[in-house]
């Protein structure tokens, strides 16, 4: 399944401070899933948009989307080190059900 | 709801030995589970999606072979790893999604397999 593109791959932040994190894909697509996974475990869902919604809140996540840009971005806002874990993107293309991840960002809060 | 377990959750293995990992459903029926690996830093790559009573489909480049998958029931689908080595030493996450609902997946928790 063709993967999407993340970046950063990498981000350290502080308590408090906010995380953005972007993917990028190629196609066109029914929904894009935003998902966190600890360290050698398994994906816990965060959040899902469908194509013809911009942007989504759930929590302190925010979730946006441009179809134009086959773009979106994942905002968590006033991070803990809680949320230290890695978190991928995953998209449905249109014709389709199955996942495709995107790389992946790691993202470390320090306390 | 939305329950999915994999057991083992870890296992070590020799080289040449096969080894069966179980993904079940806990609270739901699942038309429709999926096989992804996932290499230490990496993202998840799927192997193949099954479907209760029917052969796997497998993604290219996924030996189906090596990699045996039977879903029996609506809650149960295992992953055989054949002849082992280490190069198939993995995380190996299922994932299940219910009928109706073709759009959401609920992952396991993983199992990771060494072989030695």
């Known amino acids: 399944s063709q993967q999407g593109e993340e970046d950063p791959q990498a981000l350290s932040i502080q308590e408090g401070e906010n995380a953005t994190m972007n993917c990028s894909y190629k196609?066109?697509?029914?929904?894009l899933q935003w998902y966190r996974q600890n360290s050698g475990r398994g994906l816990v869902h965060l959040i899902l948009i469908r194509s013809n919604e911009r942007e989504k809140h759930s929590g302190r996540l925010r979730v946006t989307l441009d179809t134009s840009k086959k773009s979106s971005s994942l905002l968590i806002t006033a991070s803990r080190a809680a949320d230290t874990a890695s978190y991928f993107c995953a998209y449905v293309a249109s014709n389709d059900y199955k996942l495709s991840f995107g790389a992946g960002t790691t993202v470390t809060v320090r306390a | 709801g939305a329950v999915v377990s994999q057991h083992p959750s870890w296992v070590i293995c020799k080289s040449g030995t096969s080894v069966k990992i179980e993904c079940r459903s806990l609270?739901?029926?699942?038309?429709?589970m999926f096989w992804y690996r996932q290499f230490p830093k990496q993202s998840l790559m799927l192997m193949a999606t099954?479907?209760?009573?029917?052969?796997?489909?497998?993604e290219q480049g996924v030996e189906k072979d090596k990699f045996l998958i039977n879903h029996a029931s609506l809650t149960l689908s295992t992953l055989t790893v054949t002849s082992a080595h280490p190069e198939d030493s993995s995380f190996y996450i299922c994932?299940?999604?219910?009928?109706?609902?073709?759009?959401?997946?609920?992952f396991g928790p993983g199992t990771r397999l060494t072989v030695t």
């Open positions: 099954s479907n209760e009573g029917s052969k796997a489909t497998y």
């Open positions: 994932s299940a999604r219910r009928s109706g609902n073709p759009y959401e997946q609920y």
């Open positions: 196609t066109s697509i029914n929904n």
């Open positions: 609270d739901f029926q699942a038309t429709t």
